[in-house]
């Protein structure tokens, strides 16, 4: 059996994102998650460098990995032609693909992308489907969001969309066959498989944190990852 | 800023743009957040540029949300996107035009990783004909719709209708351009004016009659993130990367900002009104807000469609003050109508921002 | 009498043609600019002493003219052909000469600062590069008139080490310079808060380690160990900097009034043009290769053309001229098989 280590390095963006890292910082400088979160791209550049398998399952375990935003401006700039961000990704693939994601509350909340972003992929071949997504979950998005959301469809409509309809056009109804390929394409490629580690691994979790867990958006377990913070994740 | 030192790096950094015969593929946020924009780019691309553009209403998303939400894997998003080549080349086109930055930025690294490594892309072939029995060609030419619209700005110029010229002052409309993070962070080459000093919208600003401000949070991505704002516990990620753009470009007293990615407006926009709400604070003049617009509807603007038709009723923060110094008019008893002419309501007002 | 032709009018080709010459040999040194000296006159002082650099050159002109090597200024060569073992070349101005040996001591150019894009060389106006700060240390600041700044930085490794400008080498020379420079800055503006801006200190000659020490414990000068990211202007014309203090794990931003990029060694223009030329090869950073490295490094692949000083990579004058007093044995011993 592969060690984790062999299993990371495997990943084609390890190939392509992690040369050498000689600690310069230039990457951490212009980190939006740097600047924010107890968190600096550098230092995860050279803990994967040094493949201890120890330090590497403790990675896959914690917050740490999550708090990029794959914004890239890391590879813009490295002297070296590292890439933070695409070891991030990979990081979070075999996170997820061990199950290693739910032990930190950060990782446990790839639940709620799967539903949520997974679900409308699935149903609907669009990673957003907003109607009905208001400003109880996102009060940011403010009073217009509200009065689109009211007259969601004709307002599609006022702006020239064929919302739900045939042929091209805006928001229009993807065909049941090419979503029949996305999800063949999700069988074959591995999509499928993850989906349901996932699901599987965030079960068993909230049965562990005595956390009621159901299918939907709708159950215990579900609010506690969307919405918990230990507040303990901010550079001082 | 030294004029000469940009232009020798833009010099650098020009790219293939095909001239015509584009195949067309959405963008989940623009098309849930800004329908008006790509309603406005396809209605400009025919109307006044005789462009051939075409969608294939079998091309779905890209997926790179979910990429880049990691719950896609990687072989998954490569797979998706060879499909949407796949039907690329059975419409008879080879030149992609991604509405979307994120989609744009996966389709070069994608391009990019074949290139480099092509037993993966042997790999995918085998996967999506596996899949849905189909085959496909790359891409000859791959260019965002932003670098179409700057390929054109000066036809465009030459068919306004308006200036971006503040019709009270003389002067040029100052402008903010914010470029998507997978625009040309990943690979510079590939974008118009490179990763440092992109031109792709301050082209299309200064051949509008606009002039660009540059300010020290520039390049900081506005804070999609991604995972950090979809998910609720983390968009206090979203809020401070905004926050750190708007605190910066404050002292330049920016009279609008452009963006060219789909998601970027849609925070620049409706966190201005979060942060008014969370801090009491409001940028720009007046307590409005500093109104944030996309690359589509700034043309469409020019070019004296209705601002109602291009989809200004759905930001936030209020776009009329730009609107006025502009001197294109508009009809505030028709902003909240819908296709027929009737009645759905007001938003509310906003506690803090202030709102036509 | 046998005759060499040296191209490039540097140190490196001084010294050679010196050293030649008193071999007994015919010597014509060919220099492209109207005076001999090279790089190394631009640079006020050198390290690690801060002696004037007018001393060296004055030292190495008083034996060349004590010497029989025929000088030609505003010389450039753009014909070279060899028949049997005699090389015949033709200058820009259309004189012939021939030698039985040539040596290449086309030297380097500073690193084009603009191409670092996000440091904002050629944008911003107070960006500069080491070559010009030492302009100002010719002028005693007069270009800058009244203007005094309190902070300034000095940024390591531009051009070097540097995957994505093209070079991957280091410079050499640039670390102990920045020390240098650093310390004369602080001397002209005392009060001003001088930061350098490093990834490592190659403090490995004679005297850079006490150099370092005393740019410390005398003039105060913060070394951070952080590599520039980004360059931005503020609303006030200064200059905010992004960095990572990488040995207490922060990032931060400082405003300062001037910084002076530490450019590196590229092959020069010169060097460039006479490699295609004489059909030379370079090595992996774009330098000219020597035929074996450590055991002949004046030979090129060439026979019959020696290549010396920092057209075969980054030297300091003290590896450039015991460069070139070796060059001259190799020749002497080629010219006598």
């Given at each position: ?115 949520v972003i997974?679900?409308w992929?699935?149903?609907y071949?669009y990673c957003l489907y907003l109607e009905g997504v208001g400003t109880n979950t996102h009060p940011e998005q403010g009073p217009v969001w509200d009065w689109r959301q009211k007259n969601w469809s004709e307002t599609l409509k006022r702006l020239g969309a064929n919302y739900k309809?045939?042929?091209?056009g805006i928001l229009r ?44 958006l ?8 969307s919405t ?9 | ?25 959405r963008s989940c946020v623009r098309q849930n957040f800004f329908p008006g924009s790509e309603t406005t780019f396809l209605r ?21 949300i ?33 509405s979307c930055i994120t ?70 409309i100052?402008v903010v351009d914010h470029?998507g ?40 991505c506005c804070g999609f993130g991604f995972?950090q704002f979809i998910v609720q516990?983390n968009r206090g990620y979203s809020v401070s990367c905004s926050k750190k753009k708007f605190d910066?470009m404050e002292?330049?007293?920016p009279d609008m900002i452009i963006t060219n990615c789909p998601g970027c407006p849609m925070f620049l926009d409706k966190l201005q009104y979060a942060i008014s709400e969370m801090e009491g604070k409001v940028y720009g003049e007046n307590g409005h807000g500093i109104p944030v617009f996309t690359y589509e509807e700034v043309a469409g603007l020019v070019?004296?469609y209705d601002p109602w038709d291009i989809g200004l009723q759905v930001h936030q923060v209020a776009c009329e003050p730009l609107l006025d110094k502009i001197?294109i008019p508009y009809d505030l008893s028709k902003k909240y109508l819908d296709v027929n002419g009737g009645c759905l309501g007001k938003p509310e007002k906003a506690n803090v921002l202030k709102t036509y | ?337």
């Open positions: 059996m592969k060690s984790l280590v062999e299993n990371l390095f495997d990943d084609i963006r390890i190939k392509e994102g992690l040369k050498a890292c000689i600690n310069c910082g230039t990457c951490t400088a212009i980190c939006p998650a740097a600047s924010f979160y107890d968190y600096d791209p550098r230092e995860l550049t050279v803990l994967v460098q040094n493949k201890n398998e120890q330090q590497l399952k403790n990675l896959l375990s914690s917050d740490y990995i999550w708090y990029c935003g794959e914004c890239m401006s890391c590879k813009t700039r490295c002297p070296k032609d590292n890439v933070p961000g695409l070891i991030i990704e990979a990081l979070r693939s075999l996170s997820q693909d061990t199950g290693l994601f739910i032990e930190s509350e950060k990782g446990r909340q790839q639940l709620y992308i799967k539903r997974g679900g992929i699935l149903k071949g309809g045939d042929g091209p109804k993807i065909p049941e066959e090419a979503l029949e390929e996305i999800r063949k394409i999700f069988d074959e490629t591995g999509a499928t498989a993850r989906f349901n580690k996932i699901e599987e691994y965030s079960k068993k979790k909230a049965a562990e944190m005595n956390l009621e867990f159901g299918d939907g709708d159950n215990e377990y579900f609010h506690h990852i918990h913070n230990s507040n303990k994740h901010n550079r001082e | 800023m030294k004029l000469e030192g940009l232009k020798k790096i833009w010099k650098e950094y020009q790219k293939e743009i095909a001239d015509n015969n584009y195949f067309y593929v400009i691309m025919k109307e006044e540029l005789g462009k051939n553009i075409y969608e294939n209403p079998c091309h779905t998303t890209c997926t790179a979910g990429y880049h939400g990691d719950i896609i894997p990687l072989d998954t998003v490569m797979t998706v996107v060879a499909r949407q080549f796949a039907l690329m080349t059975e419409s008879g086109y080879e030149n992609l035009v991604p989609s744009f930025g996966l389709y070069t690294e994608v391009l990019d990783t074949w290139h480099h490594f092509p037993e993966i892309e042997e790999k995918i072939r085998k996967y999506l004909k596996k899949a849905t029995g189909r085959e496909f060609e790359k891409p000859k030419n791959l260019a965002h719709a932003s670098d179409i619209i700057y390929k054109f700005c000066k036809e465009i110029a030459a068919k306004a209708k308006y200036k971006l010229i503040n019709t009270n002052t003389g002067e040029p100052k470029i993070c997978h625009y040309s962070k990943m690979f510079p080459s590939k974008g118009i004016g490179g990763a440092e000093y992109p031109y792709v919208l301050q082209g299309m600003i200064e051949a509008w009659g606009g002039e660009i401000i540059d300010y020290p949070e520039r390049r900081h995972r516990a910066s002292q330049y007293k070019l004296g001197g | 009498m046998k005759k060499i032709i040296i191209i490039g009018g540097g140190i490196a080709g001084m010294q050679a043609a010196v050293k030649l010459s008193s071999l007994g040999y015919i010597v014509d040194l060919i220099e492209k600019e109207d005076d001999l000296g090279g790089q190394v006159k631009k640079w006020k002082k050198i390290f690690p002493y801060l002696d004037e650099s007018s001393k060296i050159i004055e030292h190495i002109t008083t034996n060349l003219k004590k010497s029989n090597v025929n000088i030609h200024t505003n010389s450039s060569i753009s014909f070279v052909e060899k028949k049997s073992n005699t090389f015949r070349l033709i200058s820009n101005k259309n004189k012939h000469y021939e030698a039985d040996a040539i040596v290449v001591a086309t030297g380097f150019d500073v690193f084009d600062a603009h191409k670092k894009e996000e440091y904002g060389y050629g944008i911003f106006p107070n960006v500069i590069t080491n070559e010009d700060l030492e302009k100002l240390f010719h002028s005693n600041f007069a270009e800058w008139e009244e203007k005094k700044p309190e902070k300034i930085g000095f940024i390591h490794c531009v051009g070097s080490r540097d995957a994505k400008a093209g070079n991957i080498y280091c410079s050499k020379v640039c670390c102990v310079t920045a020390v240098k420079q650093a310390i004369e800055l602080k001397q002209h503006f005392p009060n001003a808060d001088v930061y350098c801006f490093y990834m490592d200190l190659r403090m490995y000659g004679k005297h850079f380690e006490e150099l370092y020490k005393e740019a410390q414990e005398r003039y105060n000068i913060n070394f951070v160990r952080a590599r520039l990211s980004e360059v931005n202007e503020t609303i006030a014309q200064k200059l905010l900097i992004k960095v990572e203090d990488t040995l207490t794990s922060k990032p931060m931003k400082l405003t300062l009034d001037c910084i002076v990029l530490m450019a590196g060694m590229v092959p020069s223009k010169g060097t460039q043009a006479i490699e295609k030329l004489l059909k030379l090869n370079i090595d992996e950073n774009k330098f000219l290769a020597v035929k074996q490295p450590v055991l002949s490094e004046n030979e090129s692949n060439q026979e019959g053309v020696f290549i010396v000083g920092t057209a075969t990579g980054p030297k300091t004058i003290t590896d450039t001229l015991n460069d070139a007093s070796a060059c001259a044995l190799a020749i002497h011993e080629y010219l006598n098989k």
